[in-house]
């Protein structure tokens, strides 16, 4: 991945609905160039998906919650369980397997403090748990999708 590669990233991290003409100017580079690029980083997995960001306010999932997850088991069994069970869960934008005092981390948005109770109850019935700590973000300060390309 070189230089121009990069650029081409950051452009698409920016605005993915760009045309392919459009990216090349902004890179330096002539359309087919650029598409072969764009295809090739897209082979690679470096570009995973183009997506559209929604507000998730606007669409009604005002609430996000940081749910810490601490478990008794830690065989692989009851990981891959535990990954299914969550990882299917719609409200969960985010899990991580993490070090330190917790086992788990998930970023969770749902409607209301119901919705969230709802969520609550379908997670810790769905697999054994030591304990789950949910932390409610009052406001949004910074959020991105964009990674700080090199």
């Known amino acids: 991945m070189d230089a121009i590669d990069r650029k081409i990233l950051t452009v698409l991290q ?3 609905s760009l045309s392919v003409a459009e990216i090349g100017s ?3 580079l002539s359309s087919t160039p650029c598409w072969k690029r764009i295809q090739r980083l897209e082979a690679d997995g470096i570009i995973q998906k183009r997506v559209a960001l929604v507000d998730q306010d606007r669409v009604g999932l ?3 919650v940081f749910v810490s997850v601490e478990t008794g088991d830690h065989s692989q069994e009851w990981l891959q369980n535990f990954a299914k069970v969550v990882g299917a869960m719609p409200e969960v934008m985010e899990f991580y397997r993490m070090a330190g005092d917790v086992d ?4 969770v948005v749902v409607p209301d403090m119901a ?3 709802g969520f609550y109850k379908r997670l810790i019935a769905a697999v054994p748990l030591k304990n789950v700590t949910s932390r409610f973000a009052m406001e949004k300060i910074k959020s991105t999708t964009a990674l700080p390309i090199p």
Do not use: H, P
């Open 14 to 16: 920016d605005d993915a």
């Open 26 to 28: 902004r890179v330096g």
């Open 62 to 64: 005002g609430i996000s």
């Open 104 to 107: 788990y981390m998930l970023r």
């Open 115 to 117: 919705g969230y109770d």
